[in-house]
């Protein structure tokens, strides 16, 4: 029988429980406490090596679950990641703590996710942006695992037309940080709406970074070094890309700083909202590729509280609220009238059925 929600009687109890949530950090990662909480349930995050500062889907991440405990009033442990050896010892940390659901952000975590699930039957788990693996990267249906994704296809296709619809070279990109399908299907999205884009008006506006037919491009070869996100985006640049879409967490920082020392060149963030995330380059940042992973964090620790954990999927899409772009911002009145007409009925076609954007990394 799953732990259930309990409200304790006594304010020394509450403090006693609230201490536990302030234990030393673990190797590799931190622990986060909730602050005057009375309930006992406790919704605990472990992130990928990207850190819960990296502006992206673990700030998101994060952000849900502070958002959950200050909605719910219950208490929240975290344990930040360094790298991936970080992964199963953080989960089996937060285990000891006495966690009711372990939230793990990303497609990383997916095997350490499945083997601990598997161990602690009484123990909820969700895991962002996949589902749970076993040692050979099979996907395996748990009980007590629910994954949360996001079809940010949808959401990059109308990027992807945007891009076009705003590139004065002709020419466009995209690179990820790792060939995962969390990140790839960013890039299928966006590729998808640059060439529909073409067939509507008749141009040739082309995407350097990623080929969705071979599933093949360019890759940081992981989340963290900022100066490959920079090289690879300088070498766009050269090759006349005016619009970039990292799709690489904090790698992406780097994109920004390459945009920030050419003419001309603006950025499409993913995630969370860029403007927001990166003030000081805010004036770069054409949209972002929203997914509210936050939103769908504190959705499923709601449910979980209120003992209505189930593993069906969540997923996030157009129709739903899940994904979407961001606001042009300083861009907004650069953007053509016409142009921001043709994305919001490329929205509606996208809810309605009548475009149906693929990708083989689609949830």
Known sequence: MKRATQMTALAAVAALTLAACGSAPDEGGSTGTAGGSESSFKACMVSDAGGFD???FNESGYNGLMAAEKNLGIQTATAESKEESNFAPNIDNLISENCNIIVTVGFLLATATG??????ADVDFAIVDSTAQDADGNTIELDNVKPISFDTAQASFLAGYLAAGMSKTGTVATYGGLQIPSVTIF????VDGVANYNETHGTDVKTLGWNKESQNGSF????EDQ?????????FIDQGADIIMPVAGPVGVGTLAAAKDATDVSVIWVDADGFETNPDSGDLILTSVLKEIGAGVEDVITAASEDEFSNEPYVGTLENGGVDIAPYH???????????????QLRKD???????VESPSSP
């Open 54 to 56: 990296d502006k992206s």
């Open 115 to 120: 083997d601990a699930a598997q161990a602690n």
């Open 350 to 356: 996208i809810i309605d059925g009548t475009i149906v």
């Open 227 to 235: 100066s490959q996100g920079q090289q690879l985006t300088q070498t």
């Open 330 to 344: 300083d861009f907004d009145s650069k953007v053509p009238q016409e142009l921001k007409d043709e994305i919001d």
């Open 220 to 223: 940081a070869g992981g989340f």
């Open 187 to 190: 890039m299928d999205g966006f």
